[in-house]
């Protein structure tokens, strides 16, 4: 529909008189009224009935005036709109659980104080995020990691244990000792690697399925276990002792497909991590 029509439109409703319309529109009145009639053929409604002294706007033209005025308002208004308007970037980021708090914190944080104007789409990792904030052994194969921490495995004994009358814990103290395993997540393999290394047989008192629930098991005081040091030092009802033994640690980071890169506030934020 040609904006030129609605505006003749509107000046005819307002004015109530072609030939005042005209001179509003600064055009004939043969233009006004052939405009008229074409909007009329388009709608398949009469908008006015004619008379010596002017027009009378029928019901089609009351229903259609505060339409017209609102399109015609829009678009004056839209090369300003684009013109000052900041656009906001958004992010579509999957987020695991189990990662401590401070990390998450200090990622939003800083993402949001270094881009501008970012709003996030929060969700669980997947593959339908653009982005996902995770430990490694989560990504998916085909996507790229940036490594972002590094979260050193601990050992954590219950309060009350025997064990922690020592200042220093030796990995063959730990033989025949229950042991809570969390064989879905990361933590369960390098628990197995730590433990591999002392020789001894352990006595498993529970297999969980989250590290928030081998926690829940830990401070219930059933058993011993290694945890990400972060994740593990917010909680009370044990206690985390250092051991003689191979250490290790977790990398938590972003990883992200390639064509994720085509979102310019994804680009960004790859660019501001490679520098921290």
């Keep these: 529909m040609d904006t030129r029509i609605l505006k003749f439109f509107v000046a005819v409703y307002e004015q109530k008189n072609l030939t005042r319309a005209a001179e509003q529109c600064f ?45 015609l308002c829009d678009l004056a208004t839209l090369p300003d709109l684009f013109l000052h308007e900041k656009f906001k970037h958004k992010i579509c980021i999957g987020v695991a659980q189990d990662l401590p708090q401070e ?30 904030l995770l430990v490694r052994e989560w990504k998916y194969e085909e996507d790229l990691f940036l490594s972002l921490w590094h979260e050193d495995y601990v050992l954590c004994i219950p309060d009350h244990h025997p064990l922690l009358e020592k200042e220093i814990i030796e990995l063959s103290d730990l033989a025949k000792e229950d042991f809570i395993h969390c064989p879905p997540c990361e933590a ?19 297999n969980c399925t989250t590290k928030t629930e081998v926690l829940t098991l830990l401070m219930a005081g059933l058993g011993i276990t290694f945890l990400p040091e972060f994740f593990a030092k917010p909680w009370k009802g044990f206690q985390i002792k250092p051991y003689n033994g191979p250490k290790y640690y977790r990398e938590i980071g972003f990883s992200y497909p390639k064509e994720s890169l085509n979102n310019p506030a994804i680009a960004q934020l790859i660019a501001l991590f490679s520098k921290v």
């Design 27 to 71: 055009v004939s009145q043969p233009n006004i009224s052939n405009g008229i009639k074409q909007l009329e053929k388009e709608l398949g409604k009469e908008l006015f009935s004619r008379h010596k002294r002017g027009v009378i706007a029928k019901e089609a033209a009351h229903y259609l005036y505060p339409i017209a005025k609102r399109i």
């Design 103 to 132: 990390f998450k914190s200090t990622f939003f944080k800083t993402a949001s104080q270094n881009i501008e104007l970012l709003e996030w789409d929060i969700r669980p990792i997947g593959r339908d995020c653009e982005i996902n």
């Design 188 to 206: 369960h393999q390098q628990s197995f690697s730590i433990l591999n290394n002392s020789g001894s047989k352990w006595n498993t008192v529970a």
